[in-house]
């Protein structure tokens, strides 16, 4: 059992570089959800892929972020010019859309200088 | 506006008391209910979910939660705590977004504390 990988686990950049997250899903999962959390708060979410389909946008999501999955298979968020309030915790999550569970990843810290 | 509420920030319990971690939501459908729990450094960890049929359900580690229709209420609860819960407590319900799809909306969370 893979389960959903994230890499890196930790980033930490100066402002106003660009960074870009990976995340692996669950292999026969369709669906990948991407979210953000910060401390004391609930994961917020941010995008959704249906295959490599990019169906659903929070307006959490700025022009700086972007978010892609080409092949259906991993995807990547960028994060270009990036400010100290981008600093959190970038979770991934995938699902086969079966029951609506979603198996989340370890996350990806975020933190900006 | 849907929305999940954890009234409770933090909870102090000792070891092999009794636990009840409250959800509050405001949803107009019949919701898909789900607790979470975060451990330091670890992913979130499904504990058990609710869609509909008997309004008590199982989970792992012990853990049960009842829905309660008449009060918007999805608390979660354990017999008898183990240091090993110590960790954060996450309650979601599942909206059907415009798009057809599904998302999760998070409540704040709870913070467990375990007293040895």
Redesign the interface.
Known sequence: DT??SQDPRHKITKRGQNVTFRCDPISEHN?L?W?RQTL??????LT?F?NEAQ??KSRLLSDRFSAERPKGSFSTLEIQRTEQGDSAMY?C?SSSGL?????????TRLTVL | AQS?TQPD?HITVSEGASLELRCNYSYGATP?L?W?VQSP??????LL?Y?SGDTLVQGIKGFEAEFKRSQSSFNLRKPSVHWSDAAEY?C?V?LL?A???????????TRLKVLA
């Open positions: 389960g959903v669906r959800y979210y004391g708060q609930g994961p917020e979410f959704y249906q169906l659903e979770l999550a029951d609506n569970e979603q198996f989340f990843g370890p996350g | 999940v920030i898909y789900f979470y450094g670890q992913g979130l960890q499904l979910k869609f996450f979601a599942v977004t798009s057809g799809t599904y998302k999760y909306i998070f409540g704040t969370g």
